[in-house]
């Protein structure tokens, strides 16, 4: 077949997984032109993740898709057991109950949830279109090159996987979400670092009616130990006729994925179901088998000239913890809103630079936390391992960005949640807002552009930022809290002003991912111009010079 003619964009994202639409979807937030291409004709039929961390779920409420993925996920509100068992009809070895989720509402408007990435694919792809993103599922990109050198518009080949069809598109960057596999890294020749695969899984989808077996037990985590299966892994969904077994093998004692036959598959799976107690077993159907490493990874590079690495294709992170596909989503968060000001002209290629610099280092960390999560599970940590493993919410709130868009000192990878005080580098605090006559969270006035924050002492601040904003280039908008008609009420217990660490005079800088890029404690220095001190801070926040 021939080539079609060529379709011009602002990115091309390579991926249609649930890092890859996300940044289709945050792209489109921002106004970008974007392309999304993947290979499969639909969104994965497999749960691959389950749960979903609130910072996750701020991300997705700032484009308007939490709402109906807090829908979704209401029929697994009850999914809190933890056991071992010989079966799910079998003996129970050991259990517990998870607690349920605690009062988060000091910390987020959000919440932490459980839901198969099968669900939340969808969701997110149906936003994305919505949104205007181009989706091309069947469409395989063949090759790619840069024409004019690295830094240079991307020419790739896109293949129809139906007709054979081929086209050529070309975009200003290119955003590789492809996974662990990442045909695009491995194109470029960017190694990866690490302890590499520790285990070699595979992921069986079945239909099985598990009602009976369930027993009106729903499980978070059900491991399976019996004579055919040992420490496999056995999810469900909320319908209880759709599950998953994780099993493992082992290629260096001579097995291979070409063991797991559909007979294979349904043994196992009803090893893992168990036998009635009148003997009959599950009837069981192989939806699919999924083959995956669980490992440790972190590529050498986040970017390569005009092409930018997200997600699995960036970083393998082990499961331990449920970090990976949260941290996927938020590098595409990370990376949406500097696209989309190099592309409006606030800014220009050193902001894109700071990707690199900011997630890299929060990757790394990550993995680590992983790591030291399987290590305590595996009943292998030591008593310094254990005191260096964090809870995840200071993983997922936490982390932390040192780059050339972020004016303050280095500060550890991640942030207790008591330390969190409004520090550039760091989350915005949430705190529960009256703004225009909506309650709601001071966090959903982020998202879309620069916000400076104020009291009425910091008139000074706000009266500088109209000017300010015009002389950098840069959209700002203010948010002001006072008695007046336009002004923020401040529900929160302490005043906002504790939360983001500033005197009434002072004033924070929050970029468009509801990060702190800078902040003065109290009035500008007396004698110098509030509007100068402002656009000095917005240029450094596009990491432009004054």
């Not at 994202?13 to 921002?30: D, E, P, Y």
């Not at 000239?305 to 082990?318: K, T």
Request: hydrophobic share 40%; proline share 5%.
């Amino acid at each position: 077949m021939g080539k079609e003619p060529e379709e011009l964009t602002d990115v091309l994202v390579v991926g249609g997984g649930i890092t890859g639409l996300s940044c289709a979807l945050f792209l489109r937030h921002h106004g970008v032109r974007c392309v999304l291409v993947e290979r499969h004709a639909s969104t994965s039929v497999h749960p691959r993740a389950w749960g979903w961390y609130p910072r996750t779920l701020e991300l997705l409420r700032s484009v308007g898709v939490e709402e109906a993925v807090l829908e979704a996920a209401e029929g697994y509100k009850d999914h809190l057991r933890q056991a071992t068992v010989e079966s799910l009809a079998g003996r129970e070895v050991r259990a517990a109950m998870l607690p349920a989720p605690g009062d988060l509402s000091h910390l987020t408007p959000s919440r932490q949830i459980s839901l198969g990435q099968d669900r939340m694919e969808p969701i997110v792809r149906e936003a994305a279109l919505k949104a205007g993103a181009a989706l091309r599922f069947s469409a395989e990109l063949t090759s790619f090159e840069r024409p004019e050198g690295p830094d240079g518009p991307v020419v790739a080949t896109v293949e129809d996987r139906g007709s054979g069809a081929q086209r050529q598109v070309r975009a200003r960057w290119m955003v590789a979400a492809d996974g662990a596999r990442s045909p695009v890294r491995e194109t470029l020749g960017i190694g990866r670092s690490g302890l590499g695969t520790l285990q070699h899984q595979v992921s069986i989808l079945f239909r099985a009616d598990l009602s009976g077996p369930l027993d009106g037990r729903r499980f978070s985590i059900c491991q399976i130990e019996n004579d055919l299966l040992h420490g496999a892994v056995l999810g469900h969904d909320d319908s209880l006729g759709r599950g998953t077994l994780i099993v493992q093998y082992r290629p260096e004692a001579g097995e291979s994925l070409d063991d797991f036959t559909t007979a294979r598959a349904v043994e196992l799976v009803r090893s893992a179901i168990g036998t009635a107690a009148d003997g009959t077993e599950a009837e069981v159907e192989i939806i699919g088998v999924l083959p995956w490493e669980l490992a440790a990874l972190t590529t050498d590079r986040f970017r390569d000239g005009s092409v930018f690495l997200i997600g699995d294709a960036a970083h393998v992170i082990p499961p331990i913890g449920g970090y990976g596909a949260n941290t996927g989503v938020h590098d595409a968060h990370n990376l949406a809103w500097k696209l989309a000001a190099v592309v409006r002209g606030e800014a220009d290629d050193r902001l894109l630079d700071t990707y690199e610099a900011e997630r890299r280092p929060v990757a790394e960390a990550t993995v680590a936390q992983a790591q030291l999560r399987l290590a305590v599970r595996s009943g292998r940590a030591d008593e310094e391992q254990r005191r260096a493993t964090l809870d995840v919410l200071s993983v997922t709130f936490g982390h932390t960005y040192a780059s050339a868009a972020i004016d303050g000192r280095r500060l550890p990878p991640f942030r207790a949640l008591e330390e969190m005080t409004g520090e550039p580098g760091t989350r915005a605090p949430h705190v529960p807002v009256i703004v225009r006559d909506r309650p709601g969270s001071l966090l959903d006035e982020f998202g879309s552009s620069f916000v400076l924050l104020t009291s009425e002492a910091g008139l000074a601040w706000e009266k500088a930022r109209t000017r300010a904003a015009e002389r950098a280039g840069v959209a700002l908008r203010g948010v002001a809290f006072g008695d007046g008609p336009t002004d923020a009420t401040d529900l929160s217990e302490f005043g906002w002003r504790s939360r983001y660490g500033v005197r009434a005079d002072g004033a924070v800088l929050v970029r468009p991912d509801g990060f702190v890029a800078w902040r003065a404690e109290a009035a500008a220095v007396e004698g110098s111009d509030p509007a100068e001190v402002l656009e000095r801070a917005l240029l450094g926040a596009v990491a432009r010079t004054h």
